[in-house]
């Protein structure tokens, strides 16, 4: 089991700790300020602590932890010995005293085995006073004189609060440090304290520290002694001013005043020491760092030093116009003023002796001062080249002879391309702009033409970005060995649309290029789809060969003509060339038997249907085949062989093929296809008498068909005698009938004709045919303009009807 460590606030329950605890005299309880938690125990870290009194008799020994505060160690002590920790004060060596915030580890460090404090046992009286005045100290107001006499709790109590010092014995209010502590709180405290204090010259030192305005209650001996003066001035320069004139006469006084208070310091000063302040050099530099405009004020022998001139350019660098002329082109002085504004070696250049080397270091340190120098300076190269070096973004401020020269140029470049855009005659330079394109090919838009008909420049460019190649001339844009690249960095294939027509027409490269990627044969021209030798190496190329050549018979079936022998007879590579022009297999007929291929046969008749003619009498069995004929001319079914015309004409889609051609030829069909509804309707829309061929059970069924009724009408008012009753009063087949013949109209019911001249287009198709039946139409007909002016285009004399009137 790990060892228990001590602690400080253990109770011992020993007999001899609990007489001891009634021997010892009860104090008031008090309050222990709570600090953060103490760090666990580690046995490296423990030391015995001896406690002694003041008379060196062990009282006990204390296992404390190094990491413990004052605070910790007498809690151990009240533990061991039942004496409170307000009345306890412990002693190391030397008789010093321990602080409360210390660490035992700054007293007992590592390398000590043991270690002893002495215990100094307050009274009671005093421990009571002490906790008092900690917690009120104005408490000190009722205590004892004893107490007041106490330097621990006068302390305690001026730390709590600093008007408490006015209650202090006098012996304590004349005391240097209790007094210090007093006015560093509250200044106003300066008036309880004992008048002679203020002859004490080190306290008068210290106190002018806290506040320089303490320096009014020195005597008179004390404001003439520069010591002093230093000390109030260290807390504001104002304190010069309440300094004796011997004060001033030692320089270093008036020299500390400036360097807060500058040159108001010399106004405030002994007229008779005026001069001599000019003329110093340390209190000029404190009034010019300060207030760069002091230069005007001080002796004009230091406007030639050095270091009041770099104070004062530190500030502005207008300065340079007061500084002395030796200076005003000195290196480092003119470097720090152009740091400050770059604007001012513009004017310096005009003002003052800055020569071409300066000017370059000073550019080589900060190239942004290029901006500011005249067109001469920004034309030099080797100050332009110092600027470029370090940014790119110069070259814009460059004099224009720098900016036609393609060494700056190309310098400003590498570091980033869109530089040339501020030299536009470099975008015609070839050396520069194989720059440019290197780092940025889409940069090839802005050069000039001489540069995009270039190749070699062009290469560069889209082997940077593919994308680049669209704004090469067409001649480039027709070279291989420059399209190559840009197509094999472009997935998409974009690269083919910028590529020149002399391109797509080169067999040799459109061969290269489909060996890269199939898909780029949509690009091929037309002209290779016949060239013999491109069709032979295509389909002798393994990686081509059948799929490319198919895709060409698509786009040209001539290309057939030249294919090896081997695709002549490739029924896949014959049906796709026949289906552009069956005239392919008349090519094909000495490798392959076409006219057995029921695809191909489908093909030729598709487009000729004599070519059924050739086929044998098994292909007649294919519907597909024969109603691809059919469709072009229903005769041929005339030729079909004797043993399948009648399954031929029992199959609808044949049946239907003719119908659309010649209505009449339904009468041939197979009895069964008279049911078929859309089909007899076909035939119907043709002529509506075939409705009398019909069996009888399907004509009565169909004329009660309003699709038939209607089919019929529109060719002949006749079929109307066929029509069912029913019909008459249905307005669309009446609309169908009067548009034939508007006559219909009084055959029909009263009632129905009052219900059909109420109709707006019934009554559009009659004035059309006769203008004078307007008078039978319903009345609010007269106001319509189009029924009106149809009626009267068809008889004119219609206005002078006397009803119309």
């Known amino acids: 089991m790990a060892s228990k460590q001590p602690g400080p606030k253990k109770k011992l329950k020993s007999k001899q700790s609990s007489k001891a605890l009634q021997k010892v005299p009860t104090a008031p309880v008090l309050e222990i300020e709570e600090l953060s938690p103490r760090p666990p125990l580690l046995t490296e870290d423990l030391v015995d602590v001896i406690v002694y009194t003041t008379t060196m008799r062990k009282l006990c020994t204390i296992k404390a932890y190094r990491g413990w505060r004052l605070c910790d160690l007498k809690d151990g002590i009240w533990a061991e010995c039942g004496i409170e920790q307000i009345a306890q004060k412990l002693v190391v060596s030397g008789h010093k005293e321990m602080s409360e915030k210390t660490l035992l580890a700054d007293f007992f460090p590592p390398s000590v085995q043991g270690a002893a404090v002495i215990l100094h046992r307050r009274s009671t009286e005093q421990a009571e006073w002490l906790q008092r005045c900690r917690e009120y100290g104005l408490q000190l107001e009722f205590a004892p004189q004893t107490i007041k006499a106490d330097y621990e709790v006068v302390m305690a109590a001026v730390m709590k609060n600093p008007k408490a010092i006015q209650f202090a014995a006098p012996e304590l209010r004349s005391n240097k440090e209790i007094m210090l502590v007093a006015i560093k709180q509250d200044i106003d ?3 309880f304290l004992d008048p002679g204090v203020w002859q004490n010259r080190d306290f008068v030192i210290q106190a002018v520290r806290v506040d320089w305005q303490l320096l009014r209650m020195a005597c008179e001996e004390f404001l003439r002694d520069p010591e002093i003066v230093l000390a109030a001035i260290e807390g504001n320069w104002d304190a010069v001013s309440a300094a004796a004139p011997e004060a001033w006469e030692y320089m270093p006084v008036p020299r500390a005043a400036a360097v807060t208070g500058g040159w108001t310091v010399h106004n405030v000063a002994p007229h008779y020491l005026q001069a001599r302040l000019r003329a110093d050099k340390e209190f000029a530099l404190h009034c010019v760092r300060l207030d760069w405009r002091n230069l005007e004020k001080i002796d004009e022998k230091l406007l030639a030093d050095f270091d009041i001139a770099l104070a004062a350019v530190r500030q502005d660098w207008r300065a340079l116009r007061w500084i002395h002329k030796d200076l005003q082109a000195h290196e480092e002085i003119v470097t720090v003023a152009v740091e400050h504004n770059f604007l001012c070696i513009t004017k310096s250049l005009d003002e003052l002796p800055i020569e071409q080397p300066l000017v370059l270091r000073i550019v080589q340190q900060n190239w942004e001062a290029f901006a500011h120098l005249n067109e001469e300076l920004r034309s030099d190269k080797e100050i332009a080249n110092a600027a470029i070096s370090q940014n790119w973004r110069a070259l814009e401020f460059a004099g224009e002879a720098r900016k036609n020269d393609p060494e700056i140029v190309g310098l400003a470049c590498r570091q980033d391309p869109r530089a040339v855009m501020k030299a536009p005659l470099m975008l015609g330079h070839k050396g520069v702009m194989s720059i440019v394109v290197a780092a940025d090919g889409m940069l090839l838009e802005k050069a000039f033409e001489e540069v995009k008909e270039d190749p070699s420049i062009v290469k560069i460019a889209v082997r940077q970005n593919w994308q680049a190649l669209q704004f090469a001339s067409e001649p480039v844009r027709g070279m291989k060995d420059v399209v190559f690249p840009a197509l094999k960095n472009d997935p998409s294939l974009t690269v083919m649309d910028w590529t020149a027509p002399s391109l797509r027409r080169d067999p040799a490269a459109m061969l290269e290029f489909l060996q890269h990627d199939k898909a780029i044969f949509p690009w091929v021209d037309d002209e290779l789809m016949v060239h013999e030798r491109f069709i032979y190496n295509v389909s002798h190329d393994s990686k081509l060969g059948r799929k490319i050549v198919i895709q060409m018979c698509k786009r040209n079936w001539k290309c057939f003509e030249y294919v090896p022998d081997f695709l002549k007879a490739d029924p896949e590579v014959i049906l796709t060339a026949a289906q552009q022009d069956w005239h392919a297999i008349e090519i094909a007929e000495d490798f392959y038997d076409c006219w057995m291929h029921p695809k191909i046969v489908l093909a030729a008749v598709s487009q000729d249907y004599t070519n059924i003619r050739n086929v044998n009498s098994t292909m007649w069995d294919n519907l597909e085949i024969v109603v691809a004929a059919v469709s072009q001319n229903w005769r041929i079914l005339e030729e079909a062989p004797d043993f399948l015309m009648r399954r031929l004409w029992s199959e609808e889609e044949v049946v239907r093929a003719a119908v659309e051609q010649e209505p ?27 409705m009398e061929k019909c069996p009888k059970e399907l004509e009565r069924i169909y004329w009660k068909d309003k699709d038939f009724v209607v089919a019929a009408l529109s060719q002949s008012i006749d079929a109307l005698k066929k029509v069912p009753e029913s ?8 609309r169908v009938a009067v548009k034939t013949d508007y006559k219909v109209i009084y055959k029909c019911s009263n009632w129905a004709q009052k219900t059909l001249w109420e109709d707006r287009e019934i009554v559009l198709h009659a004035v059309q045919q006769n203008g004078l039946v307007l008078t039978e139409a319903d009345e609010d007909f007269i106001y319509d303009v189009e029924v009106l002016q149809a009626a ?14």
């Open 189 to 191: 405290t300066a008036d």
């Open 664 to 690: 009449s030829v339904i009468k041939k069909a197979a009895k069964p296809l008279w049911g078929e509804r859309s089909l007899v309707l076909k035939a119907c829309q043709g002529d509506w008498t075939i």
């Open 727 to 734: 019909y008459w009063e249905d307005k669309e087949v009446m």
């Open 792 to 805: 009267v285009k068809q008889n004119w004399t219609l206005p002078l009807n006397g009803n119309l009137l």
